[in-house]
């Protein structure tokens, strides 16, 4: 698993972005597929999960604005962010599990401008 993360960038308060994390292989067997960011001086913290069942799981704060999906074919993941607040300002890092291994891709860095 090499996960390539990509899509972040600059934006206004109330505006839209979306991320994109590739593996360089298969996704069909990765458990769990998420997303997750780093803000300055703070922890990383989980944004959104997909499972294998396509179960979503999302941090509350981003419920309602964020949408994690999954595109086998592609082997990809996203992740659409709407409705952008400050406080979303992070780089995000997109994750996988596989066989209770965790992978990282590097992280995307995101900034919302007020």
């Known amino acids: 698993v090499q996960l390539q993360a990509s899509g972040g960038g600059l934006v206004q308060t109330g505006g839209s972005l979306g991320l994109s994390c590739a593996n360089s292989?298969?996704?069909?067997?990765?458990?769990?597929m998420g997303w997750y960011r780093q803000a300055a001086g703070k922890e990383r913290e989980l944004v959104a999960r997909?499972?294998?069942?396509?179960?979503?799981e999302y941090a509350d704060s981003v419920k309602g604005r964020f949408t994690i999906s999954r595109d086998n074919a592609k082997n990809s993941w996203y992740l659409q962010m709407n409705s952008l607040k400050p406080e979303d300002t992070a780089v995000y890092y997109c994750?996988?599990?596989?066989?209770?291994?965790?992978?990282w891709g590097q992280g995307t860095e995101v900034t919302v401008s007020s």
């Open positions: 994750n996988g599990v596989l066989l209770f291994r965790t992978y």
């Open positions: 292989g298969t996704i069909a067997r990765i458990n769990r």
């Open positions: 997909i499972m294998s069942d396509g179960t979503r």
